[in-house]
Nanobody, 129 residues
Framework: QVQLAESGGGSVKAGGSLRLSCAAS????????MAWFRQAPGKEREGVAA????????YYADSVKGRFTISQDNAKGTLYLQMTSLKPEDTAMYYC??????????????????????WGQGTQVTVSS
């Protein structure tokens, strides 16, 4: 399994921006699906955004569409999550995840945590009002 390491979390005020990074220990440039999940205290882990590393197709949870952007830098082997217009309800631990081969290109599947086999340790994002 590929090892994943997140970074870039922090504390911001509502309306602010953050960019999360996820460094992978192996080549995930093709035939992977990589995703960002988040988990707030007392809540289930939920899918935020996912990307097929081979074709670049992306998927987003409705709650973050238009505010978050998932992307990858193949040369650096790094996955990103650009978060803008942050809200207090975005406060959570954010996790990077990966799986190969990727699940079918169906939003409910690519944002399902049970589809993923590799996980990072998480990075905390706190948004204050």
């Amino acid at each position: 399994q590929v090892q994943l390491a997140e970074s870039g979390g922090g504390s911001v005020k509502a309306g602010g921006s953050l960019r999360l990074s996820c460094a992978a220990s192996a080549n995930t440039n093709s035939n992977y699906c990589m995703a960002w999940f988040r988990q707030a205290p007392g809540k289930e882990r939920e899918g935020v955004a996912a990307i097929y590393t081979g074709g670049g197709n992306t998927y987003y949870a409705d709650s973050v569409k238009g505010r978050f952007t998932i992307s990858q830098d193949n040369a650096k082997g790094t996955l990103y999550l650009q978060m803008t217009s942050l809200k207090p309800e975005d406060t959570a631990m954010y996790y990077c995840a990966a799986v190969t081969p990727p699940p079918p290109p169906i939003a409910t599947m690519v944002l399902d945590l049970y589809e993923y086999t590799s996980w990072g340790q998480g990075t905390q994002v706190t948004v204050s009002s």
